[in-house]
């Protein structure tokens, strides 16, 4: 015989767009460190401090470090408000606390990213009035193609990280996936290559052309 189950023991679960947008904030929270990491590396070289610091027993690699550091903690306030925020108005993630440590590493990886894109904008950037125009040329995309926005093609939106952290979380968020599952470790890994690469070529790029 055939059994129907009664509507009544279905359980239903409605997500709102505000739901459907959250995992996307995460990555919009962090994609402007870009500007702020090229306005600032642009001031310093207009002011004349980078090529005091030459004189110093400091090298190049500690004002990176220093650079990457003092973002990443300023990663970890935007995300810690975005989550909290979330909360107080409604937002449910699923995925518990293994879910929101991964949206943690995931959105600092992805300040490391933006941080490479900070120093190629101020490598390019004659003055930090430039440095905010250029750097839209790397938030854009991140904020049109990976963010909170629909209707993307699936395709061209790979071509951002912040694709990869929202995809990630959408999935682990909204629809219950594991954080250990195939995908996410697949996009957390995507994610890190991406980071290393971006950070790498921003940093050789900037030691090169950026101090002159």
Not at 28 to 36: E, L, P, Q
Not at 68 to 91: D, E, H, K, P, R
Not at 133 to 147: E, K, R
Request: glycine share 10%; net charge positive; aromatic share 10%.
């Amino acid at each position: 015989p055939v059994v129907i189950g009664s509507p009544v023991l279905v359980e239903s679960v409605k997500v709102t767009q505000f739901d459907n947008m959250m995992p996307g904030m995460f990555s919009y929270a962090v994609i402007f460190v870009t500007m702020i990491v090229s306005q600032a590396f642009t001031e310093e070289r207009q002011q004349g401090l980078l090529k005091r610091i030459a004189f110093t027993p400091t090298t190049a690699a500690d004002i990176f470090a220093a650079q990457i550091t003092a973002n990443t903690i300023t990663g970890v306030f935007q995300i810690t408000v975005v989550l909290g925020s979330s909360y107080l108005m409604g937002f449910r993630p699923m995925g518990g606390l293994a879910g929101i440590g991964l949206a943690y590493l995931m959105s600092l990886l992805l300040v490391l990213c933006n941080v490479g894109f900070g120093l190629i904008t101020a490598t390019l950037a004659k003055s930090s009035g430039s440095a905010s125009g250029l750097a839209f040329l790397f938030i854009l995309p991140q904020m049109m193609l990976g963010s909170f926005i629909p209707g993307i093609p699936e395709g061209l939106s790979r071509l951002v990280p912040s694709t990869y952290v929202t995809q990630t979380l959408t999935n682990v968020f909204l629809r219950g996936a594991s954080s250990t599952s195939d995908t996410s470790l697949q996009n957390l890994g995507i994610l890190g290559v991406y980071s290393l690469v971006v950070i790498v070529v921003g940093i050789v790029l900037y030691n090169k052309y950026g101090n002159r």
